[in-house]
């Protein structure tokens, strides 16, 4: 049994920074790789970014240059640092841990950017 867990959502205005977390606990031997995954209203789930276990990161075009993904193997935490946030940001954030090849999700944490 696996649990995701995200924190760290809430309402910013339009230029301002969130930093989401995510913690994974349970049968945890070996994570893969650790993402974030965003879905607004209307529309379909977009990856936002990924991390591999060896560290390399990959990020939607829409949010380069102003988000972070880091990981903290010995907590089993990934965090998305989220800068220069825009009104198009808003949606509500998915965690995402694959695990032996498998992927668990979390509940999902709302951002919302106000203009």
């Known amino acids: 049994q696996v649990q995701v867990v995200e924190s760290g959502g809430g309402l910013v205005q339009a230029g301002g920074s969130l930093r989401l977390s995510c913690v994974a606990s349970?049968?945890?031997?070996?994570?893969?790789?650790m993402g974030w995954y965003r879905q607004a209203p209307g529309k379909q789930r977009e990856l936002v970014a990924v991390?591999?276990?060896?560290?390399?990161?990959r990020f939607a075009d829409s949010v380069k240059g102003r988000f972070t993904i880091s990981r903290d193997d010995a907590k089993n935490t990934v965090y998305l640092q989220m800068n220069s946030l825009e009104p198009e940001d808003t949606a509500v954030y998915y965690c995402?841990?694959?695990?032996?090849?498998?992927?668990?999700w979390g509940q999902g944490t709302q951002v919302t950017v106000s203009s």
């Open positions: 991390i591999g276990s060896g560290g390399d990161t």
């Open positions: 995402k841990i694959v695990l032996l090849g498998r992927g668990y």
């Open positions: 349970g049968s945890i031997f070996s994570i893969n790789a």
